[in-house]
């Protein structure tokens, strides 16, 4: 066999009396290769009670454990990073794939590929740039946050609900809407461009708090130096910032704030301010207008020390109107979560009208819903039938009606008016014996009475 040949033989184990082995990485399910272990009497040793069988690996990582972070990453699918490695390209030779991660890991030789950056148009006209790491890194930081998330799960705000295990957006929107009705006045946040100004030196400073795996610690920092590349191949070095779409990064996220706002507001204020911070969207609750003014100053200041900019157009103070609060100021309203909070005139179970300061959908997230409507194939659909319809729109008004439900299904109602007239207009390009539009809706409000079952928000009241 020539020496050139990857499969070339190691020479040195062979003089030493043990088995010929060769450097290719095995299987995930198999046994590690390694040369026949040379046995010794304890005569021969220089110390008495030595271990024959020494530590091959720099880092203790179990192998069952990289399989479970791939089961987590294949359920949230996601698309693939700058390798063009897709989850079903990864699974062609998956047990493989897995042991060269699980080596790699396990020997402190794993370094994370570029981050590909995807540029998503945001509804203000600005661009929202997301980060997507490649399966196999996404596989690393997985494991990585399995065995860090519940020491960092124990010292979290409980008033914090972004991205954290049996917490939603809608415990972060049910405690907020109590919390308008007890106090008048709302600070609302928001961080300009928080995930890619985060400061890297005092993020390992808080994570080092809590983690003391050398190789935890070693394989965050090369993911926080991970370079960033766009799809035309150029590469970007930085110096802070967390990739947007990284598996680790919202975890990483969530312990910044933890130290820069949550426990700085809780501890060193001394205020009694009340809070919900889902990621970098934080409501702040203030019994004056005063008190709002003053905590504006102070969070500038605290964020401004750690690197951080308040967002000037989404950062307001807000006023909190009702038939209890009647004072007039020109800001009552903000949006959080997709919701709009604001006054509304609303009939009780007496029968009057009352003002009240509660939560709707947010004409954003209504209008969101509209243009993916409007994006569904319906003139593909003028050769299939309602069926086919309702396949495709089950899931995600089960999602709709479901997360904008929270405070009554009126509002989401409504707006999924829309997916009906829809619905008729498709109606009557199918159909010539309907000629009108309005005999489309005819038809299609005599199928909701007659098969309420039929679509997902024809069957809440």
């Known amino acids: 066999m020539e020496l050139n040949s990857p499969q070339r033989k190691s020479i040195d184990a ?33 110390h008495v009670g030595r271990n024959l069988y020494p530590k091959t690996k720099s ?15 294949k359920a949230n699918k996601g698309s ?7 989850i079903k390209d990864f699974e062609a030779n998956l047990r493989d794939n897995l042991y060269k991660l699980w080596n790699r890991l396990s020997s402190g030789s ?27 890194d996404r596989i690393a930081q997985m494991v990585v946050k399995l065995q860090v998330e519940p020491e960092l799960e124990r010292h979290f705000h409980p008033n914090s609900y972004g991205y954290r295990p049996n917490k939603s957006a809608h415990d972060a929107l049910s405690l907020a809407q109590k919390r308008c009705h007890k106090r008048a006045w709302v600070l609302d946040m928001d961080i300009k461009g928080f995930f890619d100004m985060i400061d890297h030196d005092l993020l390992m400073r808080c994570v080092r708090r809590h983690v003391n795996e050398s190789w935890q610690l070693l394989y965050i920092e090369r993911w926080l130096k991970s370079p960033i590349a766009n799809k035309s191949g150029e590469i970007e070095q930085r110096d ?89 100021y020109a800001i009552t309203s903000f949006d959080f979560l997709s919701y709009t909070f604001r006054p509304y005139w609303t009939k009780t179970k007496t029968g009057r009208y009352g003002l009240y300061f509660y939560a709707k959908i947010s004409n954003k997230a209504a209008q969101r819903i509209r243009d993916e409507i409007n994006s569904w194939p319906w003139r593909y659909w003028c050769q299939k039938e309602m069926i086919d319809i309702r396949k495709h729109s089950r899931s995600k008004l089960k999602c709709w009606m479901n997360y904008f439900g929270l405070f009554g299904y009126s509002g989401i109602r409504n707006i999924l008016f829309h997916l009906d007239r829809r619905i008729s207009r498709w109606a009557k390009m199918k159909y010539k014996t309907i000629r009108t539009i309005s005999h489309a809706a005819y038809r299609i409000n005599r199928a909701r009475v007659n098969n309420p079952d039929w679509f997902f928000h024809w069957s809440r009241v």
Not at 20 to 35: K, L, Q, Y
Not at 59 to 73: C, E, G, M, N, P
Not at 122 to 128: A, H, L, N, T, V
Not at 321 to 328: P, T
Request: aromatic content about 8%; proline content about 5%; glycine content about 8%.
């Open 14 to 46: 062979g003089h030493r009396g043990g088995s010929f082995c060769s450097s290719v990485e095995t299987s995930v399910m198999e046994v590690e290769r390694r040369g026949r272990p040379v046995q010794l009497t304890d005569k021969d040793q220089p």
């Open 59 to 73: 880092y203790v990582i179990s192998k069952q454990l990289v399989v479970s972070a791939y089961k987590r990453v």
């Open 80 to 86: 693939a990073g700058i390798d063009g490695q897709s």
């Open 110 to 136: 794993y370094q994370p590929q570029a981050v590909l950056r995807v540029d998503i148009p945001k509804s203000d006209g600005g661009i929202r740039s997301l980060g997507i790491p490649t399966v196999t």
């Open 240 to 328: 802070r910032g967390t990739p947007q779409g990284g598996v680790i990064s919202p975890l990483l996220a969530n312990l910044f704030l933890h130290y820069v706002f949550d426990t700085w507001v809780e501890d060193k204020l001394h205020s009694g301010i009340q809070f919900e911070r889902y990621a970098d969207d934080i409501v702040c609750h203030c019994i004056s207008e005063n008190q709002a003014n003053w905590l504006k100053q102070k969070v500038e200041e605290r964020f401004t020390a750690c690197g951080l900019t308040l967002h000037p157009k989404k950062t307001k103070i807000v006023y909190c109107k009702s038939q209890y609060q009647r004072a007039d």
